[in-house]
């Protein structure tokens, strides 16, 4: 069993930067791939980008690619997201989520513990 906490959220303007922890419980959290994804009101949840377990592989959306980047501290049993260049259309609850396999993927389904969330609002 894996217990995820995101933090970091918030409001920022355009072209702001904001970066997300998420924080693991367990002692295996080394062993698991981890994604964010993001849900905006109206819209499906969708990826964001995706980290393997030892953190040399990394995958992005099209729509963040260049701006946000994905990382992990396993000794941290954290997982972060650095969100540069902010746009309104980033706006949206994010979540971050812990697969049972070493590689990232990007369907919802792959994916077997998920956080609450954090808001991102980005103001134009």
């Known amino acids: 069993q894996v217990q995820l906490a995101e933090s970091g959220g918030g409001l920022v303007q355009a072209g702001g930067s904001l970066r997300l922890s998420c924080a693991a419980s367990?002692?295996?959290?080394?062993?698991?791939?981890m994604g964010w994804f993001r849900q905006a009101p109206g819209n499906e949840r969708e990826f964001v980008a995706a980290i393997d377990w030892r953190g040399s592989s990394t995958y992005y959306a099209d729509s963040v690619k260049g701006r946000f980047t994905i990382s992990r501290d396993n000794a941290k049993n954290t997982v972060y997201l650095q969100m540069n260049s902010l746009k309104p259309e980033d706006t949206a609850v994010y979540y971050c989520a812990a697969r049972a396999g070493k590689y990232g993927r990007r369907l919802e389904r792959e994916y077997d513990y998920w956080g609450q969330g954090t808001q991102v609002t980005v103001s134009s």
């Open positions: 367990g002692r295996t959290f080394s062993s698991y791939a």
